[in-house]
């Protein structure tokens, strides 16, 4: 069955940056896009982009363009989000989801001082 | 940038039916959006119900279905439990590969 197992909680000062991976198994990877969401504590589901898994095309969503980057390693079917200069208001659960909307557990990133 | 717009919070009966509609800033909602239903518990992640207008996953139960209704994407809940109480959202999917989220629906089974 798919399974899209994250990374475990991060907690980071503001100006950082973190990496978020997604490890998927139980389906060819590289045939899905990927899909990243993002959803601060007591809000909606906010869609970042996603990344074609086939070729490394990534397409960000308005809002997430600069600080955002979506990447691969195919070899071991893994997909990865990088924040950098992290801010407060970045504090957030991150999740992965792929193949039809099969979603990670969720990775939370916390920005304090 | 399209608005998806979803009811803010929504009760239901032990038993009853509700149904949870999704619009689109840009007009009727179509099959081609492809509409999503997912189900969000507190402190989980979400779970897809739905996909594509009407089709369920395995693990959909039975009382959830989704469609097209006066020019939104509806999902109908038939028989409310009392573990249906959650947040509902609803994804449509736009030219240029984008994709946006409803703001989600707070339903309270009651």
């Known amino acids: 069955q798919v399974q899209l197992v994250q990374s475990g909680s991060e907690l980071k000062k503001p100006g950082a940056s973190v990496k978020v991976s997604c490890k998927a198994s139980g389906y060819t990877f590289t045939s899905y896009a990927m899909n990243w969401v993002r959803q601060a504590p007591g809000q909606g589901l906010e869609w970042m982009g996603w990344i074609n898994t086939n070729t490394g095309n990534p397409t960000y969503a308005q809002g997430f363009t600069g600080r955002f980057v979506f990447s691969l390693d195919t070899s071991v079917s893994t997909a990865y989000l990088q924040i950098s200069s992290l801010k407060a208001e970045d504090t957030a659960v991150y999740y992965c989801a792929s193949p039809t909307w099969d979603w990670g557990q969720g990775t939370l990133v916390t920005v304090s001082s | 940038q399209a608005v998806v717009t979803q009811e803010p919070s929504l009760t239901v009966s032990p038993g009853g039916t509700v149904t949870l509609t999704c619009g689109s800033s840009?007009?009727?909602?179509?099959?081609?959006?492809?509409p999503y239903w997912f189900q969000q518990k507190p402190g989980q992640a979400p779970r897809t119900l739905i996909y594509d207008t009407s089709n369920k996953h395995s693990w959909t139960p039975a009382r959830f279905s989704g469609s097209l209704l006066g020019g939104k994407a509806a999902l109908t809940l038939s028989g409310a439990q009392p573990e249906d109480e959650a947040e509902y959202y609803c994804l449509l999917s736009y030219s240029g590969a984008l994709v946006v989220f409803g703001g989600g629906t707070k339903l309270t089974v009651l």
């Open positions: 840009t007009g009727a909602v179509t099959s081609g959006h492809y």
